[in-house]
Every structure is written in C-alpha cells, then in structure tokens.
C-alpha cells in the first residue's frame, strides 16, 4: 500500500497516540505531514499502547465515524477490538513488537522491524523518516529529537541529534549519550508530565499545546499548566526515588528488584527508567498499584534479558492482563487479585531464562 495515496484518498481522518512523549510527538509529526498535504484531522484518540481494547476507545472511534484511521506508536495486535470491530482502512506506524501483528486486508503496518530493521527507532524518528519521503516538514526534526531522547533511544541516533542541538542552538547538557539532561528532554518531560498527572486526558492536553506550537519557544509559553504539573511531578519522583532505595525487594540471586507503590501520579515508567539507570545490571520491575488494576513497568538497561518476552510471559493465563513493549524496556498490566501470581511467573520466567543463558 502507498502511503501518500491512502491520505489523499482519505475523506475523515482519526489519529490514534500513545500518552507518552513518544507517543505525542509522533501524532505532532503525523498531524503536520497530514496538513501540509491539505488534510486536516479532526479526532484524537490518545491511548496507551498495548490496549487497544478499551471500550471507550472503540466507541470514541465508532462515532468519529473515519474511513482512515491512523495508530502512531502503539502496537496493534491481532486480538485487538480494534483490528476486530473496524473495516476502514487503518494504518500503523509503530516501532513496537511484531510477532503479534494482525492479517487483514484494511489494515497496513509500518514498522522498521517488518523488513528486518532490528535498530532501535523511536515511532518519532520513523514517522519524521516515513513522512519526509512525500511532505516536507524538515522543521520538526526538533519534535522527532524529543520523541528519541524521551524513548531513550539518543545512542542509536546521535549524528541526528548533534545536527538538531546545533542547528537551533539548544543546549544539549552534560550526558552526551542520553541527553537526559538536555533541553529537549526538558520538553519531553513537560510532554510526559500531561500522561502522569491526567492520563489520556493530560496526553491529549500536551497534544494540543505541541501541536498548536511553531516551535519550542512557543511550547514552552503554551505549555504553562503542564509545566507546573511537571514540578509537582519532580519532587514526588524525588520522594519515590528514596523510598525505592529503601523498600525495593531484592532477588539476589536473579539479579531481581521489586517495587510496589500506591502512585499519587503516574509515574512508574519514569521511575521505573531511573532506577534502571541506576542499576543497568538488575531487572527493575516496579508495580504501581490501583484499587482494581497493577501497572507493570519492566526494565533491563543492559539488554541481558528480554523484558518484552518477559512482559508477555508473565501474564499468560491471567485473565484481563496485557503487556509487551522492546528489549530494554516493556510495559504491562495485570488485575490487582493476580498481582502474587504475577510476582511469581516473573521469578520463574527470570529463572529460566537465567538457565538458557548459562
Ligand atoms: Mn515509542
């Protein structure tokens, strides 16, 4: 399927994101290519990726009422309500897993991994490459850069963004390998602060500031309110952080940390990436408890274990769970009643992968 055919041919166009800075400046990117090309996109949808099932989201879709629907950085499977409830055409554009993608004939994937790619591309970075071949919007290679650092993928993509840093004069910080404390990343967390404070909604909010910007400057005067949730966010992170250090539930034999925690935001991902730094060597897998559900975060800085088979190990057979995400870093979710169950398959799938490595 060509692209740039399936958008010109489009009558109403809904675009699907994930919530997190990726997520949202791969919609930016999507949204402006779409306008240049004189069409405008009318219904937004953010939602984490790996649940694409949620009624509500069906529903929203179902009255946007589309005949292209457009999914950027969240994974479509084939069990999906979406894959099963939709015969418009949709297109994916993700940089998840592929091993569960869905065969149809109304819908087209793009994933670097569908033609053997195995580098690591941020849904930013490919959506700025897959849409620059017919658009021109070389002036958000700034957003693009956001989607990277915020994805933590700056290593697979540091000619790209030294080019960035010094094309705009942006100051790029003292960690020249993940611009984690850059001003790009800056941004990224006022972006991801809009997730961990007001979930779908807070998404869709820093959506909107980003993609009613002409450039960072502008963001940053746009993004008032979502700054000041992203400080608030700060000092609970900090709080977090030690408490982690303290609490954190050690496997020493499998190089294993636990972590649970009752979350005033949502910010077990993040959490979950600092404390992986911090131990790049250990499988970091945090818990952030609700009353019905457990959000799982799984992390693994040094790529010694697969954290997405591990994601997906570890909730076979419990029933209204989800998970998957890369190698480094996997995200999931299980019923609060099933947490034990889940801690469990997590120790015995470590053990066995423990066992094959050896
Ligand atoms: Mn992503």
New binding site residues.
Partial sequence: MNLKDAIFEAKKIALVF?L?A??VC?AKIAYEALNRMQKNVEDFFPSP?GNLNDDSLINGIKNANPDLLIIV?DELRKDSKIAKSFDFKIVVI???SIQDLPVQKNIHYFNPKINGDDSYI???KYCFDLFSKFVDIGDLDWVAAI?IIS?SGAPQHLEFLKKVFKKYSFNAGKDNEYFSDSFLAHLGEIINSGKVVKGNEGALKAFFALRDSADSKDFLQKSYELRQWHEQVNEYLQKVLEEFDLKKEAYNNLGLYFYSFNPKYKIGSILSNIASFKHPDKTVVIFSKKPRMVSVSYRRQDKKFDMNALARKSIKGLSGAGGGGHVPAAGGHVRAKDLNMLKRNIVRALKEAMEKNE
């Fill in positions: 994930d997190d990726d997520g791969s990726s950085d993700d940089h998840h941020p849904a930013s989607g994805d």
